[in-house]
C-alpha cells in the first residue's frame, strides 16, 4: 500500500522495527565497551594509581550519607568519596575492574559497596545520592542518545541538594586538532604489544555544555583542565 506521498506506506511496523534496531545496535555496543575493559582490566589499573586533582578539589567541603563513583574502574575515585560519604557505592560496567576494585578496596580498608551496571541506565533509586563522581566515563557511551541519558540518569538518582563532578575527553586536549567534536578509537596496547581499540567521544566544550544544559542536571559551572572538560552540577533546580 502506497502512502499520501507515493511512498510505500509498509504495514505501520517500521518505526518499531527500526527502533528495535537501533536498540539492539547500542546494546552491541554497550557490550563490546565492556568486553574491551574486561581485557585490559589488568594492565590498565596499574596505570591508574592515584584519584585526579580535581576530584580533592571537587570533595573539599562536601560530603554526604550516600555517595556514588560511575565508571569507578579500579576504585580509585571510591577511596576519597567514602572519606566523605556514610556509604559508597561504586559502579563500573566491567565485571573484571570491578574485581580489581574490591580487592583494592579490602586491602586498604575502604567500605564501599559494588554494582555492576550502564551509565545510562543506573540501577540505584530516585534521589537517593548526595554526592557523585561521573569522570572519564560519558566519553565511551557509543551514541550521543545514551550519553545523554546518562546525564539524566545521573539527575534522576541524585538527591535535590546533591552535587556531582562530570568529566569527559576534551578537543582542547593537545593530541586533538579539532575545534568540534567527534568519534574516534584510541588503542589500548597490552604488555607484548597486542592493541585494543577503545571507543571514544571527543567532546569540545560548547557540546559537552550542551547536553549538560540538556539534561535534567543543575549545572553550576563548566571549565576545561589538562584536556578534559569538566563539569560541577546539582540535583537543585533539576528538571522532574
Request: net charge negative; with cysteine.
Amino acid at each position: 500500500m502506497n502512502g499520501p506521498d507515493g511512498t510505500d506506506g509498509g504495514n505501520g511496523n517500521e518505526s518499531a522495527d527500526a527502533a528495535s534496531g537501533n536498540e539492539v545496535s547500542v546494546d552491541a555496543a554497550v557490550e563490546s565497551v565492556r568486553e574491551t575493559y574486561d581485557r585490559i582490566a589488568d594492565h590498565f589499573s596499574t596505570t591508574r594509581e592515584h584519584p585526579w586533582p580535581q576530584i580533592p578539589a571537587f570533595l573539599d567541603g562536601r560530603e554526604g550519607a550516600v555517595g556514588l563513583a560511575v565508571g569507578c574502574g579500579n576504585g580509585r575515585h571510591v577511596e576519597p568519596l567514602a572519606e566523605r560519604c556514610d556509604r559508597t557505592v561504586g559502579l563500573d560496567l566491567s565485571r573484571a575492574l570491578l574485581d580489581i576494585a574490591v580487592d583494592r578496596a579490602g586491602k586498604r580498608g575502604v567500605p564501599a559497596a559494588w554494582l555492576q551496571g550502564d551509565a545510562a541506565r543506573l540501577p540505584l533509586r530516585r534521589d537517593g545520592v548526595d554526592l557523585a563522581l561521573y569522570v572519564a566515563t560519558l566519553h565511551h557511551l557509543p551514541t550521543a542518545a545514551a550519553r545523554r541519558a546518562s546525564l539524566d540518569e545521573l539527575a534522576r538518582v541524585l538527591a535535590p541538594d546533591g552535587s556531582a563532578l562530570v568529566s569527559a575527553w576534551s578537543t582542547t586536549h593537545d593530541r586533538f586538532d579539532a575545534e568540534h567534536g567527534f568519534d574516534t578509537v584510541v588503542d589500548w596496547t597490552l604488555p607484548g604489544g597486542e592493541t585494543v581499540p577503545r571507543y571514544y567521544h571527543i567532546y569540545d566544550p560548547e557540546e559537552f555544555a550542551d547536553d549538560l544544559g540538556a539534561s535534567g542536571l543543575a549545572v553550576e559551572r563548566t571549565f576545561t583542565d589538562r584536556g578534559n572538560c569538566f563539569a560541577v552540577v546539582h540535583g537543585e533546580g533539576k528538571r522532574t
